[in-house]
């Protein structure tokens, strides 16, 4: 079946630092990938997406790339901030389009 | 615009007692609502969707005589955890998508944590 499988926090980083989080995927056919952020105390937010191969999703500064061949969608962002901290899930939508299937998510921590 | 809320934000009960936790989008008409629960430092987990005014559809492996779902409106949808053990305590999320929209977005209450004694 379909899975997300992400990297393991928590990860805390300086202000400004570069910041990667992957994410690995196993699909049938050709599914939508996103990138969730969900803030202390608040409800999880669609950061970005892409629904085909190659595309780019971007938003606040975070790019993450739909690499088929790697089945991979790794989440980057070049300088964070400490309003960057949250907890980040990467998923996917498979042929059902509204069945969203969830990685563990990811703590972030930056300290300023 | 596109928010969801969840009342109670958090619960605790005794072990045997039914809680029901409140889903609603505040400023749109939800199409659909998506019930997950999120066990600490793991995935959030579908366990069922409904649709307004018609039975909700579980996920395999989700007892929904155990976990019952009434969607009776377009702006709210209900989760009643009956007779409730420890094993249920957990973090539970609804989500919703906007009638009209072709795009499927899911948007996402903040949570209810409950925790069975």
């Known amino acids: 079946g379909n899975s997300v499988t992400q990297m393991e926090g928590p990860v805390t980083l300086s202000e400004e630092a570069f910041l990667t989080i992957n994410c690995t995927y196993t699909?049938?056919?050709?599914?939508?990938l996103f990138w969730y952020v969900q803030y202390p105390g608040e409800g999880l937010q669609l950061l970005l997406k892409?629904?085909?191969?190659?595309d780019k999703g971007s938003n606040k500064g975070f790019e993450a790339t739909y690499r088929k061949e790697t089945t991979s969608f790794h989440l980057e962002k070049g300088s964070v901030q400490v309003s960057d901290s949250a907890v980040y899930f990467c998923?996917?939508?498979?042929?059902?389009?509204?069945?969203?299937?969830f990685g563990s998510g990811t703590r972030l921590s930056i300290r300023p | 615009g596109a928010v969801v809320s969840q009342h109670p934000s958090w619960v605790i009960c005794k072990s045997g007692t039914s809680v029901k936790i409140e889903c609603r989008s505040l400023?749109?008409?939800?199409?659909?609502m998506f019930w997950y629960r999120q066990f600490p430092k793991q995935s959030l987990m579908l366990m069922a969707t409904?649709?307004?005014?018609?039975?909700?559809?579980?996920e395999q492996g989700v007892e929904k005589d155990k976990f019952l779902i009434n969607h009776a409106s377009l702006t709210l949808s209900t989760l009643t955890v009956t007779s409730a053990h420890p094993e249920d305590s957990s973090f539970y999320i609804c989500?919703?998508?906007?009638?009209?929209?072709?795009?499927?977005?899911?948007?996402f209450g903040p949570g209810t944590r409950l925790t069975v004694l």
């Open positions: 989500s919703a998508t906007r009638q009209g929209h072709s795009d499927n977005e899911q948007f």
């Open positions: 699909a049938t056919g050709y599914p939508s």
């Open positions: 892409a629904t085909k191969a190659d």
């Open positions: 998923a996917l939508s498979g042929s059902s389009a509204s069945k969203i299937i």
């Open positions: 400023d749109f008409q939800a199409t659909t």
């Open positions: 409904s649709n307004e005014g018609s039975k909700a559809t579980y």
